[in-house]
């Protein structure tokens, strides 16, 4: 069964530093992995995406990377600020399929404290 | 200011009770969706409209019933809810293809 998995659920930093999202999935063959932020009362905005050949992709201080060998996904965040507070959802797209079969991961949800 | 626009933002309602949710999309997308989320929970594809056409049901129960009458706008009407379904209903469109969903805002919904 095609699945996504992310860790830690939650997470708490300091203003101003770095931190590591995991994504972890069973989907093969995949199409692009994205990674979207959602804050709070919002909708998902889309962050990153890559192909299964890309292994890394930045969005200012947002930094994801891919491992299609371990089918493993992160996202870095560097000098963290109170707005990167939410939740971060990772998001697998399988292979030739209807674009609409996404797999959404659980989120991880992120707090940023002064 | 998303273009993916939901009304309304919050919903309180009975059991008993009917209601809608509507969305409007401002990007000239071919795709519609709705979706389910609730705490802790991935994303749950409930609907998709393709060209205003039903292309999915993700096994919805009936009291949920989508309504479609252009690309542009897309609704989710509610009778006999149960507590359960309690959660925030999210709307997004897209042009399809790999090009990312874009999502509104949001309904959150609970019924007592």
């Known amino acids: 069964k095609n699945q996504v998995e992310q860790s830690p659920q939650s997470l708490i930093i300091l203003e101003g530093k770095n931190c590591t999202l995991q994504?972890?999935?069973?989907?093969?063959?995949?199409?692009?992995l994205r990674w979207y932020k959602q804050d709070t009362g919002r909708g998902p905005v889309s962050l990153t995406i890559?192909?299964?050949?890309?292994n890394t992709k930045s969005n200012g201080r947002y930094t994801a990377t891919l491992d299609a060998d371990t089918k493993q996904s992160s996202l870095h965040i560097t000098a963290s600020q109170l707005s990167d507070s939410a939740s971060y959802i990772c998001?697998?797209?399988?292979?030739?399929?209807?674009?609409?079969?996404?797999?959404f991961g659980p989120g991880t949800s992120l707090s940023v404290i002064p | 200011e998303t273009g993916v626009t939901q009304t309304p933002r919050h919903l309180v309602m009975g059991m008993t009770n009917k209601k809608s949710l509507k969305c409007e999309q401002h990007?000239?997308?071919?795709?519609m969706y709705w979706y389910k989320q609730s705490a802790k929970k991935p994303l749950e594809l409930m609907f998709v409209?393709?060209?205003?056409?039903?292309?999915e049901n993700n096994s919805v129960p009936s009291r949920f019933s989508p309504e479609c009458p252009n690309s542009s706008h897309l609704f989710l009407h509610l009778h006999t809810l149960q507590p359960e379904d309690s959660a925030l209903y999210l709307c997004?469109?897209?042009?399809?293809?790999?090009?990312?969903?874009?999502f509104g805002n949001g309904t959150r919904l609970t019924v007592t």
């Open positions: 997004a469109s897209s042009q399809g293809g790999p090009r990312p969903l874009h």
């Open positions: 994504c972890n999935y069973t989907v093969s063959p995949f199409s692009n």
């Open positions: 890559m192909t299964f050949s890309e």
């Open positions: 998001v697998v797209t399988p292979m030739k399929t209807s674009y609409d079969k996404v797999i």
């Open positions: 990007l000239g997308h071919n795709a």
């Open positions: 409209y393709n060209f205003k056409e039903q292309t």
